[in-house]
Structure formats: structure tokens, C-alpha cells
């Protein structure tokens, strides 16, 4: 646990105020205590340690560049001392841009709320990521909240998941994709994201707070595990229920009640559980919720295309990629099992290819909610603890790909379902998948032999690279050749390609309101996260959520589609 940045007590008793500094390239060995770390960032800039108000690493990585033999952290922390403290060295560091100032937190609390919104109720569609923290942020700020998921509970969601993998019986809305949590509870809760917003500190205090390690806080890599989630997720339910959120599972949104426009508004929304009346309407459905979409598009909600990523699992030993990544740099094992974030660029008239939400440690899943049709996905416990290292291997497709699939806004899911349904039919129609070894997969023959896999189906020799569009299959050969480049034996037999991943992100989004984030063409409706094609995972969509809801809670209004 790293300290607190705020100031020591004696600096405000003493009515000082403070400078907060943050300092990156700061390297620390890998066996090195916390405390020898704010040492030498005191030094770096000048200070004495006992100097330092407060302290914290505010991002850690692992420098495995060559496969050093010295492997070790570089990390970026965040410092505190009194106001106008001067030094050379901070002073040089500034100007060589070593050191900046720490950009600033924001908070799940708003200071003012526009009055409208005062004691007003809203409805919020969906209990992911998104979903979850535009209900928490809309109830701490004094909003009547109900929560409805047509999925279950994280305790009960279980029990269909059970069912799922021991007997096949595929419960359609209560499975690896809908459900408490969303389809990230069974993808281990991967926190790392590009995106950079002053919420992002706050929504990961409050993981924190229900239990999650308090590495999340700066690991480069966060995750959470699917076994932790399983304890947070409660946690955060019950602070959320303490908040004034009503909580509806097992619900599915049916319809709307709208007053016509224009603006359009929505004065309440029918489900199978009856009539819930709002003043505002946050859709957090995900990016699997097909039929929600067609059902809102019929009363008026606009959607439209949008490209997404296409391609399969690969799965290699974990002592292939640990020993490819890390060398014999880290004979203690103190890093565990390494992780990869591999990236082709596109070339040679074909797009590029990247890894997605890897799994050190992890399995393979069937990431499905509808009968007859076929998705992997990988998940990993917080102690990776299995024999195999799962990946997504996705390319980019566009419209243009899936012109021949229809010109409606829905042509990507029809996309998706034909090729979901040609790999559940490839597999012999129990769930089991289609999978060829990369060297088969590069050659283009059958693979023959068993095909050792974490898959919990099971997989069965198939020919990947004919089941696949000819431009992912070149695509990912192109790429799978720069990737053992990259990392050792990543192209060699002991790698497995499991197909098919359709669903690392959504293909359509539902254009909205510059300003307000509204639905183009609507008042109070507010599409968020994937399902809304304005997120590509956990974390991003969390913050989606949130800031839709403070945007809502401040009274923003439109300035011109986006």
C-alpha cells in the first residue's frame, strides 16, 4: 500500500500549503521495498525524505526490453512538499521535463448540482461497468436511481454459468455477458485503458474500497481477477443500495414511454416487471445486447455502423511467454506470469493486427447469450494460476467489410452472426471450437493431433484459416509472423489459434449530443459504454458512465451531434 498524498498532519497544523510534483523514469529492482523508493525520489529532487508531506507510486511498469538480465520496474510517482519549495535539481528536472505538476483528481461528487436534477429519479439499463457507476454517481449526488439488468446477481449468474459449462443449457440472459458486472466480471476485470480522465482515480479508489488489491491503484497492467470480482462486486452493491440504488435483477427492458418531440423525451420505460417512471434514461446494455438494440431502433433511437475488431484466440504454454518475455531475469518468480501487448501495423494492403485482453495465467470461455452461435473470450483469477496464456488476436473491420451483409445499421451484427454461427457449426454444434496450430494456421493445412487448450468446451482440428474472411486470415498471418519476432515461439507449435473472438467490441453506436451526451434527436436518453460504441472496456466504460451522469447532474445541454 503506497502512502497518502495528503499532507502530513504537523503541515497542517502549521497552516502550510503544498506543491505536488510528479516524477517519472524512476527505476526501482524488483525486490526493492516502497520505502527505498520515496528515498530516492527525495534525492532525485533535492529533498531529504523526512521533507516529503506525502508520497505514492502513481504508475509502475516492468522494463523487459532484450530480456534483460536486470530486469525492474520504471515507475512515475507523485510527491508533496511544502508550498514553494525551491531546489536545483527540482528546478532542472522541470525545465527537462522530467518532473510536472500532478494533473488533478476529480471526484464522484459533484460541489454543485443543476436543481432540475435535485430528488429527480432516473432509470439506468445495465449493470456493467458503465452502468454501475452512472447509477453510483447519480445517487451520491442526490438522484432517486433505479438499476435494472435483464441478467442476475453475481451469486445467482453463477449458478446459470454452472449449467452453461457442466450441461450445456444456455441461459439467454443470464450468462459470460450479461449479468452483474457485465461481460468484464468473467474476463478477469482488466482495468488498464488509454483513456485518460480525472475520474479515473476515483473509480478505482472505490474498487479499492470494496475489497479489489490496492495495486490497481498504479500497476500498468491492473486487473482484479474473476475470483476477487466475485467478492468486490457485492461490496460495491451494497455501498451502492447504502447510496439509495434500487436494485432490479432478472429485469429486461421491454420498451419506452415517450412524449413526442422534438426533443424526443422519455417519461418512463416498460418492463417485465412493470412501470418504471424517470427523468433521465441511461442505457448501459453492452455490446452483445442485439435484440435491446433492434427493439429501441424500431421506437426511434438512431444507430449506425461502426467498425470493431474481428479474429480468434491464440493460446501458448505460460511458461513459453514468461520465459519470451522476462528471459532469466526474474528466477525468483516475483513478477508471476508475464503478460504481452503485441501490435502489427497495417501494411501490404492489409489492416493491422493487435492483441487484446491477455490472460496470463487464464482459460478460454464461451462468451455467448444465444443459441446455435459461437464467441470466445479469455478470463483469468487474480492468482493466474492455469498453465496457458490466452490472447485476442483482432484486426479492424469496417463497413466496407460487411457491405454484402446488409446497408441497415445492424450489418455488422449480421456480420458477426454469420461467422459465429459458421465456427458453432465448424465445432459440431456442442460449443466446442474450431482450433488449428499457428504454423498449420500460417501453411494452410488441417492440424492432426490433440490440441491441448484451457477452452472449457473443448476444441476440435479445424481449418481456422478457411472459416476465417480471407482478409482477417492474411491479416493475421501477416501479423503472427512480426509477433515471433517479438516474442520467441510465439509462431511455433506450442501456439493454438481458437476461434472465433467477434466481441471485443461492439458494431454499432448510437450517435449522441455534443454537450449534453444525449441521443441525437432526444432529451433524456442517455446511451453509454460499448453497447453504445463509446468504450472498449472495463475501465473505459466506467468512466463513460460516470461522466455521462455528472454531465446530466450539471444540466448540460446540447451543442451539435457527435
Not at 455502423?305 to 505460460?318: L, T
Request: net charge neutral.
Amino acid at each position: 500500500m503506497t502512502d497518502s498524498l495528503q499532507p502530513d498532519q504537523g503541515a497542517t497544523r502549521a497552516g502550510r500549503g503544498t506543491d505536488t510534483w510528479r516524477l517519472t523514469n524512476l527505476v526501482q529492482a524488483l525486490d526493492e521495498p516502497e520505502s527505498s523508493l520515496r528515498e530516492r525520489a527525495a534525492h532525485r529532487l533535492g529533498f531529504e525524505p523526512g521533507e516529503l508531506r506525502g508520497f505514492r507510486i502513481a504508475k509502475r511498469s516492468v522494463d523487459a526490453r532484450r530480456r534483460r538480465a536486470d530486469l525492474r520496474f520504471v515507475c512515475q510517482v507523485d510527491v508533496v512538499v511544502d508550498q514553494g519549495s525551491e531546489r536545483p535539481r527540482l528546478t532542472r528536472l522541470l525545465k527537462k521535463g522530467t518532473v510536472r505538476e500532478t494533473p488533478a483528481h476529480g471526484s464522484l461528487d459533484l460541489v454543485s448540482v443543476d436543481e432540475r436534477r435535485r430528488g429527480a429519479r432516473a432509470v439506468v439499463v445495465g449493470a456493467g461497468p458503465a452502468g454501475l457507476l452512472a447509477a453510483l454517481v447519480l445517487a451520491r449526488n442526490g438522484v432517486q436511481v433505479d438499476l435494472l439488468d435483464r441478467g442476475q446477481s453475481v451469486e445467482e449468474r453463477s449458478k446459470s454459468l454452472t449449467a452453461f459449462h457442466r450441461r450445456g443449457e444456455l441461459d439467454g440472459d443470464s450468462n459470460l455477458l450479461f449479468g452483474e458486472g457485465g461481460a468484464g466480471t468473467y474476463s478477469d476485470g482488466k482495468l488498464y485503458t488509454r483513456v485518460s480522465s480525472p475520474l479515473e482515480v476515483p473509480i478505482l479508489e472505490e474498487l479499492v474500497a470494496c475489497g479489489a488489491q490496492a495495486d490497481i491503484l498504479y500497476d500498468s497492467r491492473a486487473h482484479i481477477g474473476t475470483d476477487r470480482l466475485h467478492t468486490v462486486l457485492p461490496r460495491l452493491r451494497a455501498r451502492m443500495q447504502d447510496a439509495g440504488v434500487r436494485f432490479h435483477y432478472g429485469v429486461r427492458l421491454e420498451s419506452l414511454v415517450v412524449e413526442p418531440g422534438p426533443p424526443r423525451r422519455v417519461r418512463a420505460v416498460h418492463t417485465q416487471a412493470g412501470e418504471l417512471p424517470c427523468d433521465g434514461l441511461f442505457l448501459a446494455l453492452g455490446h452483445s445486447a442485439r435484440d435491446t438494440w433492434q427493439a429501441l431502433h424500431g421506437q426511434g433511437l438512431a444507430f449506425e455502423q461502426k467498425p470493431f475488431q474481428f479474429g480468434v484466440r491464440v493460446e501458448h504454454p505460460q511458461e513459453l511467454v514468461t520465459r519470451g518475455r522476462y528471459g532469466e531475469g526474474d528466477p525468483a518468480g516475483l513478477l508471476g506470469p508475464a503478460s504481452y501487448a503485441l501490435q502489427c501495423r497495417a501494411g501490404e494492403g492489409l489492416p493491422g493486427v493487435h492483441s487484446f485482453c491477455m490472460c496470463p495465467g487464464g482459460k478460454i470461455v464461451a462468451s455467448v447469450n444465444e443459441p446455435g452461435y459461437l464467441c470466445t473470450n479469455g478470463m483469468s483469477n487474480s492468482t493466474h494460476s492455469s498453465p496457458f496464456a490466452n490472447a485476442a488476436l483482432v484486426t479492424t473491420v469496417s463497413p466496407e467489410d460487411f457491405a454484402a451483409h446488409g446497408t441497415g445499421p445492424f450489418a455488422g451484427v449480421d456480420y458477426q452472426r454469420h461467422f459465429e454461427a459458421r465456427f458453432f457449426e465448424a465445432g459440431g454444434g456442442a460449443y466446442a471450437a474450431p482450433a488449428q496450430r499457428v504454423p498449420d494456421f500460417l501453411a494452410g493445412r488441417a492440424s492432426s493431433g490433440e490440441l491441448k487448450t484451457s477452452y472449457t468446451f473443448g476444441a476440435v482440428p479445424g481449418r481456422v484459416d478457411e472459416l476465417l474472411p480471407p482478409g482477417s486470415r492474411d491479416a493475421l498471418r501477416r501479423g503472427l509472423a512480426r509477433f515471433e519476432q517479438m516474442l520467441p515461439g510465439f509462431g511455433g507449435s506450442d501456439g493454438i489459434l481458437v476461434g472465433i473472438e467477434s466481441r471485443s467490441s461492439g458494431p454499432v453506436r448510437c450517435p449522441r449530443e455534443a454537450g449534453s451526451r444525449a441521443a441525437v434527436g432526444w432529451e433524456d436518453l442517455f446511451p453509454l459504454g460499448e453497447g453504445a460504441g463509446y468504450a472498449g472496456g472495463i475501465m473505459s466504460a466506467a468512466l463513460d458512465g460516470a461522466l455521462s451522469a455528472q454531465t446530466w447532474l450539471r444540466g448540460a445541454v446540447a451543442t451539435g451531434s457527435r
